[in-house]
């Protein structure tokens, strides 16, 4: 009963607004590396949240990806029209065969946003213990 | 008769006014979104209101004046269906629109309320009064249209450190400062299809300004990343009502881009003084209107009497 949550274009359609702006960007572009997005301003973030933002697009099953030297090289699994068709019957799917109770779909978001949290705290706890030692020189 | 005719056609260009502005607008903001320009809390908030508030001014500033003006008291004129089907329209929009937004102020009143029924005052030193509030409450929460009030939930002393706590109710009340609650009112008000999109962009920035006003230094970031963290780990997490503003409010992804964004936090340079064009744009335009005002009325009135027949 669960299969359609576990599919990643499941968790696909609750995209953050830095990971649609780059699914974008490598739609018009068709791929691209990390230091290519940001050299052309299609993100106005650091380099480190943009690769962690297009490997959780990769994870999503959204991005595929090869080495290029010592990066990655990032090109959409789907074109625009395929993901949003695949959008549109994920959600159709959902309306008529779910029979789940409107506190596990709450749950559902919340478990979603959940499995980026720990990576997310990892990165507030590497920051505070730099600032503490830029603090002790 | 008179007056009743006057009803009608004030009502029927409020509706002409209010529908085309608010479609415009939607489409300017999807062209907006397309080009993916960053637009601020305030110009969202403003081009979100433009359609409301452009057609209570057309209405106010020409079209009553006109009619009462040219209008003939004696005329017994009759009034076309088509002007009576916009005036109801109008009358539909508008009494719909006090609607939502009572039944939103009376829901947010009577959850409130429940929470604050049993509550102490806590001694804060903030600029508006400080309650705690049970657990079943948000984390922390702003709530109030006219005296907003800060809500920390007896969660929240438990969960949150002291630094992180400190900076998470400085963004509640930036929150408080900016009116945001009335803000929402306001959109209750103004419902309109298609706009929906275009009112979570306004609380997503409403989110980050009320962040970028709570956060200091690098440590006081860290500190309010750490805070949403940990709020958004809450489970259940407890949505606050309509209008409140919630320390995690807005879309689930909504929270994860804050906290990346903090991570990135630099010390902002503070922005040069730029040449402010509005006053003098608006006087320009104040007095344009001033010496065409009565041009502006005639027309206004061949067209009210075309909208009639």
Redesign the interface.
């Known amino acids: 009963m669960l299969s359609w949550w576990k599919t990643p274009l499941a968790s696909a359609s609750k995209l953050g607004p830095l990971e649609t702006e780059l699914l974008r960007a490598l739609w018009k572009r068709g791929n691209a590396t990390v230091r290519e997005l940001l050299a052309e301003g299609h993100a106005r973030a650091a380099y480190t949240t943009v690769m962690t933002t297009l490997d959780r697009l990769h994870k999503k099953g959204l991005l595929d990806r090869a080495p290029d030297g010592r990066a990655y090289r990032y090109s959409p699994r789907h074109t625009e029209a395929e993901y949003n068709r695949l959008l549109l019957a994920g959600a159709i799917q959902r309306l008529l065969g779910s029979s789940a109770p409107l506190s596990f779909l709450v749950d559902a978001v919340t478990e979603h946003d959940a499995a980026l949290l720990p990576e997310l705290e990892r990165a507030v706890e590497r920051k505070r213990r730099e600032l503490r030692e830029r603090e002790k020189r | 008769m008179y007056f009743i005719r006057g009803g009608v056609i004030a009502m029927s260009v409020f509706v002409l006014v209010y529908v085309a502005l608010s479609l415009m607008v939607s489409v300017g903001w999807r062209a907006l979104r397309r080009d993916?320009w960053?637009v601020s809390s305030t110009t969202t908030y403003c081009f979100r209101i433009l359609p409301l508030a452009a057609a209570l001014v057309v209405v106010a500033v020409f079209t009553v004046p006109s009619f009462l003006r040219f209008e003939p008291r004696w005329d017994d004129e009759p009034i076309g269906s088509a002007v009576l089907a916009l005036a109801s329209a109008g009358a539909v929009i508008l009494i719909f629109g006090t609607i939502n937004a009572l039944l939103g102020w009376m829901r947010t009143s009577r959850c409130v309320s429940s929470w604050t029924a049993d509550s102490r005052t806590l001694n804060l030193e903030t600029a508006v009064p400080a309650f705690q509030t049970p657990e079943s409450a948000p984390l922390l929460a702003v709530a109030g249209l006219c005296r907003p009030k800060l809500l920390v939930s007896a969660c929240a002393r438990q969960l949150l450190d002291p630094g992180e706590l400190d900076v998470a109710i400085r963004h509640e009340l930036a929150h408080a400062r900016r009116r945001d609650n009335l803000k929402k009112l306001l959109l209750r008000a103004c419902a309109f299809p298609y706009l929906g999109a275009l009112d979570r962009a306004w609380l997503?920035a409403a989110e980050i300004d009320a962040d970028d006003e709570a956060v200091r230094d690098?440590?006081s970031a860290?500190d309010l990343?750490?805070a949403l963290?940990k709020a958004?780990?809450l489970?259940?997490?407890v949505p606050g009502p309509e209008l409140t503003m919630d320390l995690v409010s807005g879309?689930?992804?909504?929270?994860?881009?804050r906290?990346?964004?903090l991570?990135?936090w630099r010390p902002r340079a503070r922005p040069k003084p730029r040449f402010r064009i509005g006053v003098p744009a608006a006087l320009v335009a104040a007095v344009t209107a001033g010496l065409a005002y009565m041009w502006v009325l005639t027309r206004v009135h061949q067209f009210t009497e075309f909208l009639v027949r």
């Open positions: 993916r960053h997503e690098e440590r860290l990343a750490s963290l958004s780990r489970t259940p997490r879309a689930p992804g909504a929270v994860t881009a906290v990346e964004r991570l990135a």
